[in-house]
């Protein structure tokens, strides 16, 4: 993939994302991790690729919705603080800090690999 199409992808990703906020309700800040754009990038179905964006704008709403890692794996790598969200056969792994109500989206894990 050439870095323009790679630029694109992700402009798009983030276009489609930003579309599906609900307006009303207080939202977080969304930070996203350039790994993981990059991953995302790599999901060619229509269907994961909507739930992803799904999972994002629940996020984006109810950031304390993900469950509290448990995988040695995801908390050796990320931390011990780390959210996940399934999006088969993806795990969405993230952060939240209720001070500044921001949500740091850190990776999109295999859920194989974390076993």
């Given at each position: 993939?050439?870095?323009?199409?790679?630029?694109?992808?992700?402009?798009?990703?983030m276009h489609s994302l930003a579309l599906s906020t609900r307006?009303?309700?207080?939202?977080?800040?969304?930070?996203?991790?350039?790994?993981?754009?990059?991953?995302?990038?790599?999901?060619?179905?229509?269907?994961?690729?909507?739930?992803?964006?799904?999972?994002?704008?629940?996020?984006?709403?109810?950031?304390?919705?993900?469950?509290?890692?448990?995988?040695?794996?995801?908390?050796?790598?990320?931390?011990?603080?780390?959210?996940?969200?399934?999006?088969?056969?993806?795990?969405?792994?993230?952060?939240?800090?209720?001070?500044?109500?921001?949500?740091?989206?850190?990776?999109?894990?295999?859920?194989?690999?974390?076993?």
């Open positions: 993939m050439t870095a323009l199409n790679r630029e694109n992808t992700s402009r798009e990703l307006g009303w309700q207080p939202m977080a800040k969304m930070l996203y991790a350039l790994t993981f754009l990059e991953d995302a990038e790599t999901i060619y179905s229509p269907r994961v690729r909507k739930h992803l964006e799904s999972v994002l704008s629940m996020l984006e709403t109810f950031p304390e919705s993900g469950t509290l890692v448990s995988s040695e794996y995801l908390k050796s790598r990320y931390g011990g603080e780390v959210r996940r969200c399934d999006v088969a056969p993806f795990y969405i792994v993230y952060t939240y800090e209720r001070s500044t109500d921001t949500v740091r989206i850190r990776g999109l894990v295999p859920q194989r690999s974390t076993h």
